[in-house]
């Protein structure tokens, strides 16, 4: 069955038809349709590279360490929808790639991608030991992108994800409330000031 869906997908003729073998292929849930998944992610076809993450991300962790062994340094495209699935997974073993994509990568949807990952890590999988350093680079890395990145929608995912990173790492909660506060004030885009200062209360008021 499996064998008869990948063919399906490789065989599509039509965007309407590889979106629909995509779909199904992914709504088998099967180990086996990864690198097939992950190849639609390079596709030029924006709806069936979306299926494709859902897909991905309904795999989890096996997915996640097929797409981090098979990244794709070439085509941001594919490397955009890539690291989107790794944040809908919040694969741990991502944080690596996350950071130095979201720091350095000159695409700026990328960029958003794994800006928005970094909000998205499944703390609760790593040990203690590790969690509070990883968290801290995590900090760092969504402080320069909140600050720096010239892209706003770069610097509103950095928002979200900083709203997200702080109920996970009460030692930098403070931190995090005065580096949003302070992005509301002075942020040149409005959508970002709007959403900096509503990361910012609903941390300070645990909604």
Sequence with gaps: MTTELIAAVEAADSAEGLVQAVAALAAAQTLAAIPTLIGVLAFNNPGAAVVAVDGLIQLGPPAAQAILNNLDDYNYGARAWALRALAGIGEPAALPLLLSAA???????????????????????????????????CYETLRLCLQHDPEWVVRYAAAAALESLGPASPQLLPAIRELLGQQAQIDEERAVQARSRLAEQRLATGV
């Design 103 to 137: 720091r350095e990568d000159f695409s700026l949807s990328v960029r958003r991608a794994a800006t928005y990952g970094l909000g998205r890590l499944r703390w609760a999988d790593l040990a203690e030991s590790d969690r509070q350093n990883q968290q801290q680079q």
